[in-house]
């Protein structure tokens, strides 16, 4: 397809730990369109920063084996799982940015704001340092710093948690990368700056055709922003759809888990919410079929065998890996899916009217 800009396919990665190897993402096939939103959701541990961080060699090292396909639109240099270092380096940063989880961490305490993004756009133009340092006052007042020039100069310690985030999105979009993998970007900032770092994003995406990879674990951010989801558990990709489609249709048991555990703002108010039994997998050892299956209520004969991610009972687009029918999957959504509908039609994690009169439609 033509808008695609990001291609994976059967995309592995395990590390080397005490006892064997550990599978952190296994087989992942998946696109990313111009322009795009593609929410990786699920908990700590599913493969979802391993998996982004693969995509352009960040976590590469002699512990770590990684195998697939990962290409670029309009990119000769073909497979970046095999491309050398040197490659990487031209890729990074330029075609592909990531704004890290941990702002403070990421950034360097010994430089200034300013500097660290006009770093960022010397590594891969050839530009005078007043001509980068211009620039990088410019981005940071793009996303958002209402004194860019007086940022510039400060150091990442004499910055809010938001104003780090947002110095971590001007590195990003420095060199106009086609694909911004944003790891956790409203991760412990309040709803306030997380709303409007998530403005930053739409704003980013309108004007500038980038194409995202949002990971985080807030439901109400892939309600607010995310075009696409993927829902990852265990390493692989169990559900993924459009927005619609996986908050108000969700077909996996473990995504119906995940809107459940979901706290609603309105109607009665639960004694205690539904959560998801048992742990997440974090050993070396995997079950033979369906890795959900120790979990779920509904597992049966059928989920011995590995399920295919395929649409069964969705629409053209919306994916699944889940043996169940729709009798069990009607019965396992009535089991407090709904619940989540309330909170994803909320002011920060808001659904477009059409897709809340759709959810009502079929209620």
Same mark, same amino acid.
């Given at each position: 397809?033509?808008?695609?800009?990001?291609?994976?396919?059967?995309?592995?990665?395990?590390?080397?730990?005490?006892?064997?190897?550990?599978?952190?993402?296994?087989?992942?096939?998946?696109?990313?369109? /111009?322009?795009?939103?593609?929410?990786?959701?699920?908990?700590?541990?599913?493969?979802?920063?391993?998996?982004?961080?693969?995509?352009?060699?960040?976590?590469?090292?002699?512990?770590?084996?990684?195998?697939?396909?990962?290409?670029?639109?309009?990119?000769?240099?073909?497979?970046?799982?095999?491309?050398?270092?040197?490659?990487?380096?031209?890729?990074?940063?330029?075609?592909?940015?990531?704004?890290?989880?941990?702002?403070?961490?990421?950034?360097?305490?010994?430089?200034?704001?300013?500097?660290?993004?006009?770093?960022?756009?010397?590594?891969?133009?050839?530009?005078?340092?007043?001509?980068?340092?211009?620039?990088?006052?410019?981005?940071?007042?793009?996303?958002?710093?209402?004194?860019?020039?007086?940022?510039?100069?400060?150091?990442?310690?004499?910055?809010?948690?938001?104003?780090?985030?947002?110095?971590?999105?001007?590195?990003?979009?420095?060199?106009?990368?086609?694909?911004?993998?944003?790891?956790?970007?409203?991760?412990?900032?309040?709803?306030?700056?997380?709303?409007?770092?998530?403005?930053?994003?739409? /704003?980013?995406?309108?004007?500038?055709?980038?194409?995202?990879?949002?990971?985080?674990?807030?439901?109400?951010?892939?309600?607010?922003?995310?075009?696409?989801?993927?829902?990852?558990?265990?390493?692989?990709?169990?559900?993924?759809?459009?927005?619609?489609?996986?908050?108000?249709?969700?077909?996996?048991?473990?995504?119906?888990? #995940?809107?459940?555990?979901?706290?609603?703002?309105?109607?009665?108010?639960?004694?205690?919410?539904?959560?998801?039994?048992?742990?997440?997998?974090?050993?070396?050892?995997?079950?033979?079929?369906?890795?959900?299956?120790?979990?779920?209520?509904?597992?049966?004969?059928?989920?011995?065998?590995?399920?295919?991610?395929?649409?069964?009972?969705?629409?053209?687009?919306? #994916?699944?890996?889940?043996?169940?029918?729709?009798?069990?999957?009607?019965?396992?959504?009535?089991?407090?899916?709904?619940?989540?509908?309330?909170?994803?039609?909320?002011?920060?994690?808001?659904?477009?009217?059409?897709?809340?009169?759709?959810?009502?439609?079929?209620?």
């Amino acid at each position: 397809m033509s808008d695609v800009v990001l291609e994976v396919r059967g995309l592995r990665v395990e590390f080397d730990v005490p006892g064997g190897r550990l599978p952190a993402v296994t087989g992942v096939d998946m696109t990313l369109r /111009r322009g795009e939103i593609l929410a990786l959701v699920g908990e700590s541990g599913s493969g979802k920063s391993a998996l982004s961080m693969s995509l352009v060699g960040l976590n590469r090292g002699p512990r770590t084996h990684i195998s697939g396909h990962v290409s670029l639109s309009g990119d000769p240099g073909g497979n970046l799982v095999e491309a050398p270092e040197s490659r990487l380096r031209r890729v990074r940063g330029k075609e592909v940015a990531v704004v890290f989880q941990d702002a403070l961490a990421a950034l360097n305490p010994l430089h200034r704001a300013g500097a660290q993004v006009s770093e960022m756009i010397r590594a891969h133009r050839d530009v005078s340092r007043a001509a980068a340092w211009d620039r990088s006052v410019e981005l940071l007042g793009e996303v958002g710093i209402a004194g860019p020039r007086q940022t510039a100069r400060a150091y990442p310690h004499q910055l809010s948690g938001g104003m780090r985030q947002r110095v971590m999105i001007a590195m990003g979009l420095a060199n106009d990368p086609a694909v911004l993998i944003a790891d956790e970007p409203t991760t412990a900032l309040d709803v306030t700056i997380q709303a409007q770092v998530l403005a930053v994003l739409e /704003r980013l995406r309108a004007d500038h055709g980038t194409s995202i990879i949002l990971i985080t674990h807030d439901l109400g951010v892939v309600a607010e922003i995310a075009d696409r989801v993927a829902v990852m558990y265990a390493g692989r990709i169990v559900e993924q759809g459009t927005r619609e489609e996986v908050l108000f249709a969700p077909q996996h048991p473990y995504t119906m888990g #995940l809107l459940a555990s979901v706290p609603p703002i309105d109607g009665p108010i639960a004694a205690r919410l539904p959560a998801i039994p048992g742990s997440p997998l974090t050993g070396i050892d995997r079950p033979p079929g369906c890795a959900f299956a120790p979990r779920c209520s509904f597992a049966h004969g059928a989920c011995d065998d590995p399920p295919a991610l395929t649409r069964r009972f969705g629409g053209p687009g919306h #994916l699944d890996a889940c043996v169940l029918d729709e009798r069990a999957r009607t019965t396992a959504r009535l089991g407090g899916t709904s619940r989540a509908s309330s909170r994803a039609s909320s002011p920060l994690g808001g659904v477009p009217g059409e897709a809340a009169h759709a959810e009502e439609s079929r209620s």
